[in-house]
């Protein structure tokens, strides 16, 4: 089993940044890729960012693409999403995800790829 925990969320003005820590703890390595997706009320929870156990590639949706930054710590067990230029679009619960099955790079950016999740952290921008 993996816990993970997620902190950094916080309350924000537009065009300011933040950034979220994903600790994992339990039967951690380095050998879990590792997503950020995001839930606002009312939606679906979308992916955001992902990045690969070793850190060696990351992809990112449409909407945060040049704004976001998905980077690991291995010897911390920990993954970080720097936030910048944030919008009041960007207002969601943010989640981490850990998954433990190879899968095809594109197939990162589906919830259902994963199998430990946070309990998520607020982002709420304000203009």
């Known amino acids: 089993q993996v816990q993970l925990e997620e902190s950094g969320g916080g309350s924000v003005q537009a065009g300011a940044s933040l950034r979220l820590t994903c600790a994992a703890s339990?039967?951690?390595?380095?050998?879990?890729?590792t997503g950020w997706f995001r839930q606002a009320p009312g939606k679906e929870r979308e992916f955001v960012a992902a990045i690969t156990a070793s850190g060696s590639l990351t992809q990112y949706s449409d909407s945060v693409r040049g704004r976001f930054a998905i980077s690991r710590d291995n010897a911390k067990n920990t993954v970080y999403l720097q936030m910048n230029s944030l919008k009041p679009e960007d207002t969601a619960n943010f989640y981490c995800?850990?998954?433990?099955?190879?899968?095809?790079?594109?197939?990162?950016?589906?919830?259902?790829?994963?199998?430990?999740w946070g309990q998520g952290t607020q982002v709420t921008v304000s203009s």
């Open positions: 995800a850990a998954g433990t099955r190879g899968i095809s790079y594109p197939a990162a950016r589906s919830k259902e790829s994963y199998d430990y």
């Open positions: 339990g039967r951690t390595g380095s050998n879990y890729r």
